[in-house]
C-alpha cells in the first residue's frame, strides 16, 4: 500500500474553475508539503505544513491555497485555475525523527491540465 | 541567497559509469539529498551526506565536498532503468523544507 496518496491523478479543467487536489498520507508524519513541478523548473514549493495547525506559504503561494484537515490529510485549491497552472503537483511529507530528518516522502503526482 | 547548478541533460552508456554532478549555495548548510525521478513519477530518495567524503550504496555512491560547494553522484554499471532524471536538493535555513535543483535527465544508451 502506497505511503502517500494523491487523487486525482489527472485532471483536465477549463479556465475559472475551483479545483481541489487532495493528499493523505499513513505514514505518521507531521510535516506535508505540496509542490509543483514544470519542465526545466525542477520542484517548487507552493505552501507547507508542519501540523494541522501550521500554514505556511511557500515560494510561489499565488493563486493556491490549503487545508490541513488532520494531520494525514493536506489539500490544495486552485480558487479559479488558469493556464499556467498546468503542472505536475506532488504532495510530500517528513519527520524530523525519521529517515534523514529532512528526507521527504513523496506522492504519486497530480497532473493537472487547464484549458 | 541559495542555487543549485546541475547539468540539463547527459547521456551513457548500458555498462558504463557516469557522474553527475551538482554545485550549491545555501547559507546555512544542513546536508545534501539526490533523489532519482522517473518520468512522470514521484521523486524518490537515492542519498544523503552531510559529512564530506563518499557514501556508497551499492551501484550508487555520492560525494560531498562541503568547502567547495560540490557533490556527485556516482553510478556504476549503468542498466537501462537507470534512465530517470537525478535531483540534487538541500534544507533550506532553519530546515523548513527542502529546495531542488532542476535535475539532471540521464539517458542510458544500448
Known amino acids: 500500500d502506497a505511503d502517500v496518496t494523491q487523487t486525482p491523478r489527472n485532471r483536465i479543467t477549463k479556465t475559472g474553475k475551483r479545483i481541489m487536489l487532495e493528499c493523505s498520507q499513513t505514514k505518521g508524519h507531521d510535516r506535508m508539503y505540496w509542490y509543483r513541478q514544470d519542465p526545466g523548473l525542477g520542484l517548487r514549493l507552493i505552501y507547507y505544513?508542519?501540523?494541522?495547525?501550521?500554514?505556511n506559504k511557500g515560494e510561489i503561494s499565488d493563486g493556491y491555497s490549503v487545508s490541513r484537515q488532520a494531520q494525514a490529510k493536506f489539500s490544495l485549491s486552485l480558487e479559479s485555475a488558469i493556464p499556467n497552472q498546468t503542472a505536475l503537483y506532488f504532495c510530500a511529507t517528513s519527520d524530523l525523527g525519521q529517515g534523514h530528518g529532512n528526507e521527504q516522502f513523496f506522492g504519486p503526482g497530480t497532473r493537472l491540465t487547464v484549458l | 541567497g541559495q542555487n543549485i547548478d546541475q547539468p540539463t541533460e547527459m547521456t551513457a552508456t548500458e555498462g558504463a559509469i557516469v557522474q553527475i554532478n551538482c554545485t550549491y549555495q545555501t547559507s546555512g548548510f544542513n546536508g545534501l539529498f539526490w533523489y532519482q525521478q522517473h518520468a512522470g513519477e514521484a521523486p524518490t530518495f537515492l542519498s544523503y551526506?552531510?559529512?564530506?567524503g563518499l557514501e556508497e550504496k551499492g551501484r550508487f555512491s555520492s560525494f560531498l565536498s562541503r568547502s567547495k560547494g560540490y557533490s556527485y553522484l556516482l553510478l556504476k554499471e549503468l542498466q537501462m532503468k537507470d534512465s530517470a532524471s537525478y535531483l540534487c536538493?538541500?534544507?533550506?535555513?532553519?530546515?523548513?523544507?527542502?529546495?531542488f535543483g532542476t535535475g539532471t535527465r540521464l539517458t542510458v544508451i544500448p
Open positions: 551526506n552531510v559529512l564530506d
Open positions: 536538493a538541500f534544507p533550506t535555513s532553519g530546515a523548513n523544507n527542502l529546495f
Open positions: 505544513s508542519f501540523d494541522v495547525k501550521d500554514i
